[in-house]
């Protein structure tokens, strides 16, 4: 992810007039096309660590699984909402997972008896009781050109 440095008056005045981040272009994960989408993620606790916001195709046998994502960005966590924005290939069905990775070391925590020690999320605010949520409860539809997603963290 590029940091940029140097903003314009007006630049600096939309982004304290927003409230949200100010996302360029270059920022957003994939290639370029005009089918942009805004991910948001509501209720993080700390400015600790990074958020690790993955971008999951339309198969729910490559949702969670290794090598299974379209595209990830991990972000500085900021509170109480992290922003980031992906380009993706094509309107259609998309899921998220995202984790807050409190300590940055670029791996889900979870306790000895396996329960996560890191605030997760999924697409959909997809509930999960024991285990992950059913493929079918985080699966959304990605409309034709820029658009807006937005899901909560949740805490052990």
Known sequence: MKVRTGLTASAFALLVSAGTPVLAAEDCAGKPSEHRLTVSVS???????????????????????????????????????TSTCFYLPAPGFYAIAVYHDINADQDFNR??????????????????TIGLPAYNTVRFRVPAGPSRTALRMRYP
């Open 43 to 81: 209720n993080i606790r700390a400015a600790k660590g990074e958020v690790a916001i993955t971008i999951y195709p339309d198969d729910a046998k490559r949702f969670l699984a290794p090598k299974g994502k379209l595209l990830r960005q991990r972000v500085p966590a900021r509170t109480p909402t």
């Open 111 to 128: 306790s000895l008896v396996g329960m996560p020690t890191e605030g997760y999320g999924f697409s959909n605010d997809a509930p999960t």
